[in-house]
């Protein structure tokens, strides 16, 4: 006799993927394979493990992703400065793909035919996970239970308890969080106003500047073509660097991050952010990079650097113009090695120091003292050329113009 059909769904262990394990088995008619992934998120994994095989799947997988999540997604985004709208690292949206991959992967050895996720129809996420799910496996069938079954939150929780699912949630705890070792997210309940003050128990990896330390911290940090190695001399793998420097920078209140986006699905949505070691980490990065890398370079960098961050926010990390974008990423880096000192305090961190084998900084031609070399006289041939077009265009145009900013005089002294 044939088996059921398997379904391998992304198990987060919350309200929504818990419920999924059921509903998908009604549904469906099919066996459900519970897939969690550790991505740096605070969660007793034994017992997510434990919970999926209770409400019913038939097989429960963890996978440690910490190492693949920093060295294929994190550290990438890091080069290339990824920040979506000037406030938000990316953290979940970076998240996305690699889970996405690692369903794919695993569907594919288990024989389903299907996988799942926990995402809503209102979100990024249901569009980073269909598309990329979609590019890497087109064969394979997308189920999004919280999508299709319509009930509201408190719904699920009634639906829950009628079949003594085991979830650690109830009505009179609104908000809803995601968490990976490059941040963490707080949304819903008092945050949907956006003029409501976030309270301070939504904060779980920083303190807030009045708590924090009265004497800064310092660190340095250095980098490999772009890649950070080491805090203070000490060499470190990715994962603990960035947890170690979670930890020093929470403790000084660094990290926080009150943002009204702009959503792929077409709705403004008020999000909190804690990112401590992202904050930093990407302070010290473009810092280096301003010493390293020309002006042309820089201010091209600027514009990549949006079309990248816009690119992972909306769910296209498995395209050809990601590539594209990667490429250029990763040869801007080949010179963005040295150190930059940090001084954490009081929610805000700054540098102080920066040093490369590869600077472009030049303290002989920069100097106004002794040892400068800079042929001042050249300025003024340069000046002449650079203005000639100014010069021109405003003698045969500009001053021809009987108003404008060009006619404005200057009021006349009053004589006594």
Known sequence: MKGKQ?????????????????????KYNADVIALAL??????????????????????SLVVDARELFVKYFVFPALQADAIYEGSYNLATALSRPLMAKLLVDTAHAEGAFAVAHGCTGKGNDQVRFDVSVGALAPEIKIIAPAREWGMTREEEIAYAKRNGIPV???????????????GRSIECGVLEDPWAEPPEDIYR??????????????????????????LDGRKLGGVALIDELHDLAGKHGIGRVDHVENRLVGIKSREIYEAPAATVLLEAHQALEDLTLSKPQLRFKQRVVQEYADLIYNGLWFT????????????????VTGAV???????????????????????????YDKGDVFDQTASIGFIHIWGLPVK???????????EGPLSIVLPQEKKS
């Open 6 to 26: 398997k379904v391998v769904l992304a198990y987060s262990g919350g309200l929504d993927t818990s419920v999924a394990i059921k509903w998908i088995a009604e």
């Open 38 to 59: 550790d991505v740096g998120a605070e969660k007793a994994y034994p017992e997510i493990r434990d919970r999926a095989l209770k409400i019913g799947a038939i097989k």
């Open 168 to 182: 650690p949630v109830t009505v009179s705890s609104p908000y809803s969080t995601d968490e990976n070792l490059w």
């Open 205 to 230: 990896w920083t303190k807030s500047v009045q708590q924090a330390p009265d004497k800064p911290a310092y660190v340095e940090i250095a980098f490999e073509n772009g890649i950070p190695v080491s």
């Open 320 to 335: 050809s113009l990601h590539q594209d974008l990667a490429a250029y990423v990763q040869s801007s880096q080949r010179y």
């Open 341 to 367: 000192r940090m001084k954490l305090f009081k929610g805000r961190a700054v540098v102080v120091g920066r040093q490369s084998p590869h600077s472009l900084y030049s303290l002989s031609l920069a100097t």
């Open 392 to 402: 021109t265009q405003a003698r045969i145009q500009l001053l021809q113009q009987p």
